[in-house]
């Protein structure tokens, strides 16, 4: 998940983002650390100064040959900054990099503000995928602030284009569009392909290994031969100074150990019969050296490489100088490896003794540990940094995930809360409502037992009366007897299904017919009128309201017939889409007492559980109405 370095972090779950930030903590820990040199050396390339940020210079190197390039690095010049620690100094914000033959140039890449390549100390990766160049430039688009005057210019430390892990940019010809020469000497096209860097290689890794440190003798006797231990084809080698002082502040100047002048050779014969000059060096001044010289050469073929001291260095205070000869390691490379390492190594004309061992010039170690390749070292530098940027984005999003999640689990915790408290009142409201439904069923079951089974004793008590005085008319004793049956036998159908009504089966399913044939048993010695409307209507009541309203109907003739002392009754059934009203008139006696109490409590019971509104009120001249009406469609079907 490295690559999401670069990229938005929403697409990343939690988990992946945890693991990405433990990534870059581990990897970070890995690589090469910024250590910066200490000393006096040459600093790189400084362009003219300008007051406008937008200026097109340029910078070219030209390559020996034309070649395929892999990767150029471009090396900010690095200030120290009071507050800031140390930052990269006018480095370009905006350029693009092109490369070029004689056939024509390819754009490999361009970069603005918008890539936020500062602030940084780090090196600059620019991949190149193999482009042919003979010439790399860089062409500015906007420039960035000089640090301690705030003026516009354009500054490298060092450009290297490799081709595997050679740096063909090392040392060549090179050609700028504006340059400010320093006085002091530091600053010139030429340092940036020396070869030197404002760091010092510092691995994280590895042994540490002392520098070889040595008096010289006899100028033409002091040397160093390795033994690569195969003829091998070389092409390039690597000095390695000796590390200055650890100290703060250094108790070594820049250079120290480095030969004012000196040669590498190669042969084939261990005497050097054959030998030949593979590179000559001379440090005219302090700019001359650094960490590590590099010289690059035409091809040849070798067994034995020998560093000839030909101008020693010289150290000390005036009058008490001595001749002194330093190198931490040596590498010789073929085809990009090192063919010196671990290789014999013998001297002649300097000492040896147990710290400064001459094995140590080619355990591949420096103080700091693992001498890597000078690409691997800077690629590293380049990934820190990157890794150093991600991290706190990385850090910040992981934060805010886990606020979210934070907030998630407060939710639900509360959520879980209003759960409990929901379930614990569901279940008090259940309960009540358990109570409340076995209340309503005791209601009914009293009411259909007050109003189906009173009402029918009441009409067999009118019935035996009636038979009583029929004693002397056979045939209507009979009838009497037979009316009295049926309603027995009806009465203990109603009585078996009491506790529910709605279970007899074919009961009150023709709610007229019904209610007209209880009239005419109940009231066959008044004077009864029955009016309905809208009796296709009925038919959509449910069954448990056709019953309550039967029995509700019945209930008011009861009443009329026990209380009333009436000789007349109508009664109104009109039922229509939402609603249904019934009204029954009889020409009693009236209600009498207090207003509250004119509806009969048996039928204000059958009413509430119905569902309807039912009303009670005295007539003129005498007499009493009942009215009750259904409304909500509920109750339909």
Same mark, same amino acid.
């Given at each position: 998940m490295m690559e999401s370095l670069g990229q938005n972090l929403d697409h990343l779950s939690l988990s992946e983002v945890e693991y990405l930030l433990e990534l870059i903590d581990q990897q970070r820990d890995t690589l090469a650390t910024s250590n910066m040199l200490g000393g006096v050396g040459a600093v790189g390339y400084r362009s003219g100064s300008f007051e406008a940020k937008e200026q097109r210079l340029f910078v070219q190197i030209d390559l020996a040959d034309k070649s395929p390039v892999d990767q150029l690095i471009l090396v900010p010049i690095i200030y120290r900054d009071?507050?800031? &620690?140390?930052i990269a100094d006018a480095f370009p914000a905006g350029f693009r990099v092109i490369l070029g033959t004689d056939d024509g140039e390819h754009e490999v890449c361009r970069f603005d503000r918008t890539d936020q390549l500062l602030p940084r100390v780090a090196p600059l990766l620019v991949e190149c995928a193999g482009v042919e160049a003979s010439w790399v430039r860089i062409e500015t688009t906007e420039l960035s602030p000089r640090a301690w005057d705030g003026r516009f210019i354009l500054q490298f430390s060092e450009i290297m284009v490799f081709r595997n892990l050679e740096n063909l940019a090392l040392r060549q010809a090179v050609t700028v569009s504006s340059t400010e020469h320093s006085l002091f000497g530091a600053w010139h096209e030429k340092y940036m392909v020396d070869g030197f860097v404002p760091y010092l290689m510092d691995a994280r890794e590895g042994e540490q290994s002392h520098a070889y440190v040595s008096p010289t003798g006899d100028v033409e006797m002091s040397s160093l031969m390795v033994d690569l231990g195969a003829e091998v084809d070389v092409d390039e080698i690597h @000095?390695?100074?000796?590390?200055?002082?650890?100290?703060?502040p250094q108790s070594h100047e820049s250079g120290f150990g480095i030969p004012e002048r000196f040669v590498f050779e190669g042969a084939l014969q261990s005497d050097f019969s054959d030998a030949i000059v593979l590179a000559e060096i001379k440090n005219e001044s302090v700019y001359d050296v650094g960490p590590v010289i590099m010289r690059r050469f035409p091809k040849r073929l070798c067994r034995y490489i020998r560093l000839v001291i030909k101008k020693p260095?010289? @150290? +000390?205070?005036? %009058?008490?100088?001595?001749?002194?000869? +330093?190198?931490?390691?040596?590498?010789?490379?073929?085809? +990009?490896?090192?063919?010196?390492?671990?290789?014999?190594?013998?001297?002649? +004309?300097l000492s040896v003794t147990a710290s400064r061992s001459l094995s140590g010039v080619t355990d591949g170690n420096n103080f700091y540990g693992r001498i890597l390749s000078i690409?691997?070292? =800077?690629?590293q530098l380049a990934l820190r940094h990157d890794l150093e940027v991600a991290r706190p984005r990385v850090a910040s999003e992981l934060r805010v995930r886990y606020q979210r999640q934070s907030a998630?689990?407060? &939710?639900? *915790?509360?959520?879980? *809360? =209003? =759960? &409990? %408290?929901?379930t614990v009142g569901a279940v008090l409201i259940e309960r009540v409502l358990r109570q409340r439904a076995i209340g309503r069923t005791r209601e009914r079951l009293a009411a259909d037992l007050h109003d189906e089974l009173g009402a029918n004793l009441h009409a067999l008590s009118l019935l035996g009366d009636l038979a009583q005085r029929s004693t002397g008319s056979?045939?209507?004793?009979?009838?009497l007897l037979d009316r009295m049956r049926a309603l027995s036998k009806r009465s203990g159908e109603a009585a078996r299904y009491c506790s529910n009504l709605i279970e007899s089966k074919g009961l009150f399913e023709d709610l007229v017919h019904d209610m007209e044939k209880t009239t005419s048993r109940m009231m066959a010695d008044l004077d009864h009128t029955m009016t309905i409307e809208g009796a296709e209507h009925l038919d959509r009541l449910s069954s448990r309201n056709r019953i309550d309203l039967f029995l509700f109907f019945k209930e008011c003739i009861v009443n009329v017939l026990r209380h009333s002392g009436a000789t007349k009754v109508t009664t109104q059934l009109v039922a229509g889409e939402k609603e249904v009203s019934l009204v029954v008139c009889d020409n009693g006696r009236g209600l009498g007492g207090r207003l509250a109490d004119r509806v009969p409590s048996s039928l204000s019971r059958r009413a509430r559980l119905l569902g309807a509104r039912v009303t009670a009120e005295d007539i003129e001249p005498e007499g009493t109405r009942i009215s009750l009406s259904l409304r909500h469609k509920r109750f339909f079907v």
């Open positions: 009071s507050t800031k &620690g140390f @000095y390695h100074a000796a590390d200055l002082s650890d100290n703060v260095c010289k @150290y +000390g205070t005036p %009058g008490n100088e001595i001749a002194v000869f +330093g190198i931490a390691e040596l590498e010789v490379f073929s085809k +990009g490896l090192n063919v010196a390492f671990q290789k014999e190594v013998t001297s002649s +004309g690409r691997t070292w =800077l690629e998630k689990i407060r &939710g639900l *915790v509360w959520l879980a *809360v =209003l =759960l &409990g %408290g929901a056979p045939k209507k004793l009979s009838a």
